[in-house]
């Protein structure tokens, strides 16, 4: 008889903690579903550009195309064809009207100028690819790719 009531003490025990658990959850649940004193994880501090919605899908596909490029230009160094890929670091890496129209459009100072840095590095990996030197292309795309990861580290749509 003790040890009956003993066992349903216990369950009953067991049952009221997990009753207050599942309360516990509903109110965590509730509180993020409301946004109640609930911080983003990560706080994004970037420079916003304020990009007009046609701008910003102009902006993206241009960014994925230097993506494609960048993509292109390592394939082209693996099969040992450094011509091509200084064509290619050239003609989409590189400094030209089309890229320095779309740096000026965006219309922040500090962008421009970091476009600029980027586009001049693209001109300098192409010259490098020229000279078929395996380490220094190496060496030159990183110094682009540099550029591509501050630029993101400074800035967003
Ligand atoms: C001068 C600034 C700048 C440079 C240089 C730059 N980017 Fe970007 N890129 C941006 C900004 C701003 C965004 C938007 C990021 C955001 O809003 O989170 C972006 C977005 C992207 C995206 C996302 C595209 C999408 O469709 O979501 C890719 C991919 C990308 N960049 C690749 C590159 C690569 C690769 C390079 C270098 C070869 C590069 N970018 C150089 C500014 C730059």
Known sequence: MIKRSLIMFFLMAVSTSALSDETQHESMHHKMKHGMNMKPLVEDNRISLNLSPKM???QLANM??????????????AENDFNSASDVASKQLGMNKRMMKMCHRIGNETFKTM???????????AKTLKTGDLQASLRALNTTMTSCVGCHATFRQ
């Open 64 to 77: 994925r195309a230097h993506l494609d490029a960048v993509r292109q230009t390592i394939l082209l160094m």
């Open 56 to 58: 910003k899908q102009h």
């Open 115 to 125: 476009g600029m840095t980027f586009h001049e590095s693209g001109d300098e990996l």
